[in-house]
């Protein structure tokens, strides 16, 4: 989505951003949170593509400390954006960054009620960067 090759301080920029928003410290992220939130919000838009059977990949990290709190059917909210893919194959792929503690999110979207804030983004939507 707002993902780019270039990297500052050794960060990617969905990285700095979420951090950001985590710890409050929103001022300066503000304008690109609002340029990616009106271009990924489906509140007012037809047409949107949803994924099949509305399921949804992520794959990452996810510190042992924290895990007793996500357990299979816990509806919480996502405090920053989340990344996520159609393909279980690509969410795997990440999988190595959060080496040791990996997880594979499987993320199921209520087929009536879907999701308001999210839309499928290819890298012809949104590109940060000329990286091929």
């Given at each position: 989505?707002?993902?780019?090759?270039?990297?500052?301080?050794?960060?990617?920029?969905?990285?700095?951003?979420?951090?950001?928003?985590?710890?409050?410290?929103?001022?300066?992220?503000?304008?690109?949170?609002?340029?990616?939130?009106?271009?990924?919000?489906?509140?007012?838009?037809?047409?949107?593509?949803?994924?099949?059977?509305?399921?949804?990949?992520?794959?990452?990290?996810?510190?042992?400390?924290h895990r007793q709190f996500f357990v299979p059917g816990k509806c919480y909210r996502v405090p920053m954006f989340l990344s996520t893919s159609?393909?279980?194959?690509?969410?795997?792929?990440?999988?190595?960054?959060?080496?040791?503690?990996?997880?594979?999110?499987?993320?199921?979207?209520?087929?009536?009620?879907?999701?308001?804030?999210?839309?499928?983004?290819?890298?012809?939507?949104?590109?940060?960067?000329?990286?091929?």
């Amino acid at each position: 989505m707002y993902m780019s090759s270039r990297k500052l301080r050794g960060c990617e920029l969905c990285s700095i951003l979420n951090e950001a928003i985590r710890k409050d410290c929103v001022e300066n992220a503000m304008p690109l949170v609002f340029a990616l939130n009106r271009h990924i919000s489906t509140r007012f838009k037809d047409g949107i593509k949803w994924p099949k059977n509305f399921t949804l990949w992520r794959g990452g990290g996810l510190p042992a400390e924290h895990r007793q709190f996500f357990v299979p059917g816990k509806c919480y909210r996502v405090p920053m954006f989340l990344s996520t893919s159609d393909s279980r194959a690509k969410a795997e792929t990440f999988l190595r960054r959060g080496v040791p503690h990996f997880v594979l999110w499987k993320i199921n979207l209520d087929p009536t009620e879907k999701c308001k804030h999210v839309n499928f983004i290819d890298r012809h939507d949104v590109t940060l960067d000329s990286d091929p």
